[in-house]
T-cell receptor, first 114, second 112 residues
Framework: DGGITQSPKYLFRKEGQNVTLSCEQN?????MYWYRQDPGQGLRLIYY???????QKGDIAEGYSVSREKKESFPLTVTSAQKNPTAFYLC?????????????FGSGTRLTVV | QQQVKQSPQSLIVQKGGISIINCAYE??????FPWYQQFPGKGPALLIA?????SEKKEGRFTISFNKSAKQFSLHIMDSQPGDSATYFC???????????FGEGTQLTVNP
């Protein structure tokens, strides 16, 4: 079955640590996205990529970094510069030029600072 | 110009009632308006979508109403069930290709 796999489902980070969230898709989608979800604040775009080796900042990119070395993979690193990283992180993908026809989302990673 | 405003933030409905969630947009270039449904601990999933050439689209108990002149669209859930309890997001885009712009989300609770 095609889909998006996010791992881990739960992640705990100590103060000052960098952590990397994994996102893998086998849908052959060109575009991939990372969103942060906080209660009452909807989906806020962190980074997106429409092609391998290229990505753009979203609305809240500070304290985050990404890479897109393979079409299937779009990992997100939450750096120590992100002062309030506790949130639910969602990865999504779509067909470039047909984004309006729907995004496919992963099941999310819940990151907690301990 | 890129915003989509969604209301209410939360909604409680009795089983069998009608749930109504509203969205308003500013960018008149938008021509595709999907709704996403998200259950706790899961990612959102496409529920239903509408284009501005029609004023209403119905799929089972879910109906989108669209008012182009007012730049508003709404989701109606008829005969609401406890299993409909979820967060609902409206979104907007243009079909020539662009990122979706999401509303802030509505947390729906349907009491048994």
């Amino acid at each position: 079955d095609g889909g998006i796999t996010q791992s881990p489902k739960y992640l705990f980070r100590k103060e000052g640590q960098n952590v990397t969230l994994s996102c893998e898709q086998n849908l052959n989608h060109d575009a991939m996205y990372w969103y942060r979800q906080d209660p009452g604040q909807g989906l806020r775009l962190i980074y997106y990529s429409q092609i391998v080796n290229d990505f753009q900042k979203g609305d809240i990119a500070e304290g985050y970094s990404v890479s897109r070395e393979k079409k299937e993979s779009f990992p997100l690193t939450v750096t120590s510069a992100q002062k309030n990283p506790t949130a639910f992180y969602l990865c999504a993908s779509s067909i470039v030029g047909r984004e309006a026809y729907g995004y496919t989302f992963g099941s999310g990673t819940r990151l907690t600072v301990v | 110009q890129q915003q989509v405003k969604q209301s209410p933030q939360s909604l409680i409905v009795q089983k069998g009632g009608i749930s109504i969630i509203n969205c308003a947009y500013e960018n008149t270039a938008f021509d595709y308006f999907p709704w996403y449904q998200q259950f706790p601990g899961k990612g959102p999933a496409l529920l239903i979508a509408i284009r501005p050439d029609v004023s209403e689209k119905k799929e089972g108990r879910f109906t989108i109403s669209f008012n182009k002149s007012a730049k508003q669209f709404s989701l109606h859930i008829m005969d609401s069930q406890p299993g409909d309890s979820a967060t609902y997001f409206c979104a907007a885009s243009w079909t020539s290709g662009s990122r979706l712009t999401f509303g802030e989300g509505t947390q729906l609770t349907v009491n048994p």
